[in-house]
């Protein structure tokens, strides 16, 4: 079965810093395309970031180039997440999901990043 299990989230201050992972199993994770999206309370779905296969190719939401970077260890099965310089609007449950043609076929059941003073 696939599973996809994040942690690492957490409350930090503004400015503050998180690296999220995503322990995935059940299938064959180096030929998948990976991504993290965002929901942030009382909202729907935000795409976050996307990462090839291969690990050659990025892609980031504007609102986060610059302070966020994906990253994979196929040897590990993880996907990884990178979050620095957060920001209150930042918060949100962060899901890694495997990307099925345009859209996504598993998810995590997510982990709660929350940015607060």
């Known amino acids: 079965e696939v599973q996809l299990v994040e942690s690492g989230g957490g409350m930090v201050q503004p400015g503050g810093s998180l690296r999220l992972s995503c322990a995935a199993s059940g299938f064959t994770f180096s030929t998948y395309d990976m991504s993290w999206v965002g929901q942030a309370p009382g909202k729907g779905h935000v795409w976050v970031s996307t990462?090839?296969?291969?690990?050659?190719?990025?892609d980031y939401a504007d609102s986060v180039k610059g302070r966020f970077t994906i990253s994979r260890d196929n040897a590990k099965n993880t996907l990884y997440l990178q979050m620095n310089s957060l920001k209150p609007e930042d918060t949100a449950l962060y899901y890694c999901a495997r990307v099925y043609w345009w859209a996504y076929d598993y998810w995590g059941q997510g982990t709660q990043v929350t940015v607060s003073s």
């Open positions: 990462l090839k296969a291969g690990g050659g190719s990025t």
